[in-house]
């Protein structure tokens, strides 16, 4: 059966298609892209995976044209940046009525 596995990168995205025998999971698929051995930073044990953006266990038996996506770390909590952006834009707020109040 037909299946991809990708792995992005900020500049750039790395997908491999692959003919794979009917019970194939998720990890066995990512091990036979060789992705493993081209992106060293990638860790079985850490990366999440998913099939078409739904998050998947490495167990996962895939199905015929999945994609398997390897995940990178966050490198910040999306909770915080939200907040952070609200607080800014808060304050570019209430600074600009300041501003028009006293021209």
């Known amino acids: 059966?037909?299946?991809e596995v990708i792995y992005s990168l900020p500049a750039k995205s790395e997908l491999v298609k692959l003919d794979v025998a009917d019970g194939t999971t998720v990890l066995q698929a990512v091990e036979?892209?060789?992705l493993l051995e081209k992106y060293p930073e990638i860790d079985v044990k850490k990366n999440?995976?998913?099939v078409y953006a739904k998050l998947a266990k490495a167990d996962a038996v895939l199905r015929e044209?999945?994609?398997v996506e390897i995940y990178r770390p966050?490198?910040?909590d999306p909770k915080e940046v939200r907040k952070q952006r609200a607080a800014?834009?808060?304050v570019m707020k209430k600074g600009a009525g300041e501003e028009a109040g006293t021209e």
């Open 48 to 50: 999440k995976f998913g």
């Open 1 to 3: 059966m037909k299946v």
């Open 32 to 34: 036979a892209s060789g």
């Open 88 to 90: 800014e834009g808060k």
């Open 65 to 67: 044209r999945d994609r």
């Open 74 to 76: 966050l490198i910040a």
